[in-house]
């Protein structure tokens, strides 16, 4: 908390999360199609194959708020006369609910706020779809629906929450990939994970946004994944943009100063 | 469909899709915002340095300007807005953490400030408050100038915000150019002599930030030279230093060469600001400017961990 960043204020009951265990996915989208039920997300206008897998969401978006990645990597064979293998990475993402969130720092209205549950969600009667929180997100996830103007992305169900229900792709996702509690039970658990695959010769295990020390003061909604993020269309190292904004107004107000001193010097002298 | 890199070559990504999304915003309307509004905010030092030095044609153009300006720059800022009913909402709370919160709040207090101005000057009514006011819009106009850079430089977009300490300094030099070229071509040449001096010293600050920004040696200010936004940035140098030299050669005894010199470095002006706009839409688009750099900073910490043998 500083006056340049909102971070993550003291929500008084344990805060809530994902996990996401991308080694268990099957790439059902069972997950895509609870969120778009329960949350009555509008299907995207044309019906599009983008001819190189079997992702065809394509993208997290304003009307897409879990979006299944798939993966095909090649194993060469270790036999030359044999037929390469092949290998399927899967994994099911979603709006991170940073602790530091650019989203929720630089919204003007109010209208991104954090809830009781440690969540970031859009109150979608006080969006005004400036579309400042679009280009402020480091992992693309937000975004404005052209026909509507406003902001929308995943609430993690607010809804459910405080009904005690879990969100609709937890409650949907049939291998336990997404799992949704306390997020620090989730770390707990997932600590637990890694360990056991590379146990198990998994050595490309890793978490992903699980660090309350990385650039955005660790996610909401965090993975486990078995490759490089870049390789599901992650950022590898984001950063909150806010971190640096002390230092831009600094600059703007030292800009600022000049371009009046400059206005007096044009005049200094110049008698009529 | 999304947009797909043409060459997946050094670097991993998902099937070279973008990773952050494309800004909402449109060219005309946000370049142009921060275009008029840096040239606002200038007009209105200018219209203040007018009313103390006894040059009331100057003050009177610069406090109109001024105004013409502001108002179509708050035009532009709502006609961008997804619901533009609902602007109000943005002067419901004061956001230190959101440039365009802080934005919205300066506009507010500099705009009356320039109308009251430009409306004492022109129908002659409370002189002297209208005096006062302009030297208050003159100090909220560097404001409204410069926080714009702060605008564009915090968000996630990589050429805007890489260029974050540098963004400011363009952009106040940028408006200065801008006012003082306008100020330039319509004040009579007898008054004109602190218009052309803004105009040639902004336009130098312009031109000097635009090269440092250029050449910071970060990846992302590759969109700053390529495609549409480095035709936008060359034709921008060559407007701002060519109206720049004919100012300051013959602005002082040419009414012509004063006119077209001055709209010149404002016309320069305009461009800077459309093509820094088109070189952070285009950073966007290639995941190649947020993975690499990123990439890079994961190695380099992992290897420091490493050598530190942990």
């Known amino acids: 908390m500083s006056v340049t960043q909102l971070g993550m204020p003291s929500i008084g009951v344990p805060r809530k999360g994902f996990f996401t265990d991308t080694s268990l996915c099957i790439g059902c989208k069972a997950c895509e199609v609870a969120c778009k039920e329960w949350n009555s997300v509008p299907a995207d206008t044309a019906l599009e194959l983008s001819g190189e897998s079997f992702d065809n969401t394509s993208a997290l978006g304003a009307n897409s708020w879990r979006h299944v990645a798939f993966i095909e990597q090649k194993v060469p064979a270790a036999d030359p006369s044999a037929n390469d293998g092949v290998k399927w990475l899967m994994s099911s993402d979603v709006c991170k609910h940073c602790t530091h969130a650019a989203c929720l720092d630089v919204c003007p209205t109010g209208a991104l706020f954090r809830t009781e549950h440690g969540t970031v969600v859009v109150q979608q009667d006080i969006c005004n779809g400036c579309g400042y929180c679009v280009s402020a997100c480091p992992y693309g996830v937000i975004d404005q629906r052209p026909e509507d103007g406003r902001v929308f992305k995943c609430t993690m169900c607010y809804d459910r929450l405080g009904a005690g229900e879990e969100p609709a792709c937890a409650k949907a996702c049939p291998t336990k990939s997404i799992q949704y509690g306390e997020l620090d039970e989730l770390r707990e658990r997932a600590d637990a994970r890694v360990a056991e695959l590379h146990e198990r010769g998994e050595e490309g295990a890793r978490l992903y946004g699980h660090n309350p020390e990385d650039g955005v003061g660790g996610d909401g909604a965090f993975f486990l994944l078995l490759d490089e993020p870049e390789t599901y269309g992650l950022p590898p190292d984001p950063v909150v943009t806010t971190k640096d904004l002390p230092v831009m107004w600094k600059r703007a107000a030292g800009a600022a100063a000049g371009l009046l001193l400059g206005a007096v010097a044009v005049f200094w002298g110049a008698k009529n | ?310």
């Open chain 2, 1 to 310: 469909m999304s947009p797909r890199r043409k060459h997946p070559e050094e670097f991993t990504s998902y099937y070279g899709r973008p990773i952050l999304k494309k800004p909402t915003w449109s060219a005309v309307d946000i370049a142009g915002y921060i275009f008029a509004g840096g040239l606002a905010g200038a007009s209105s030092m200018l219209a203040a340095g007018a009313q103390h030095s006894g040059r009331p044609s100057l003050e009177r153009r610069s406090k109109v300007l001024a105004l013409t300006a502001i108002s179509a720059s708050a035009v532009a800022l709502v006609h961008d807005l997804g619901r533009p009913e609902r602007f109000l909402n943005m002067l419901r709370m004061a956001k230190p953490t959101s440039p365009m919160s802080m934005g919205s709040w300066i506009l507010s207090i500099y705009g009356p400030l320039a109308g009251a101005s430009a409306a004492s000057n022109v129908l002659g009514i409370l002189p002297r408050a209208g005096r006062a006011c302009g030297v208050g819009a003159a100090v909220a106009g560097a404001a409204v100038a410069t926080y714009t850079g702060v605008l564009l430089a915090d968000t996630a977009v990589p050429t805007w915000h890489d260029a974050h300490e540098v963004l400011p300094f363009v952009f106040a030099g940028s408006a200065a150019a801008s006012a003082g070229g306008i100020g330039a071509a319509l004040a009579p040449l007898a008054e004109a002599a602190p218009a052309r001096r803004m105009a040639v010293g902004g336009a130098v600050v312009e031109t000097l930030m635009s090269f440092k920004m250029e050449r910071s040696g970060q990846l992302s200010t590759e969109t700053l030279h390529q495609g549409r936004a480095g035709t936008l940035l060359r034709l921008s140098k060559a407007f701002t230093v060519g109206g720049a030299v004919a100012l300051a050669l013959g602005g002082r005894q040419s009414r012509l060469l004063s006119t077209m010199g001055g709209l010149s470095v404002a016309a320069g002006s305009a461009l800077l600001r459309f093509g820094v706009f088109e070189a952070g839409v285009a950073s966007t688009l290639d995941p190649k400017y947020v993975v690499v750099p990123q990439r890079q900073r994961v190695d380099a910490a992992a290897q420091k961990t490493d050598s530190v043998g942990v």
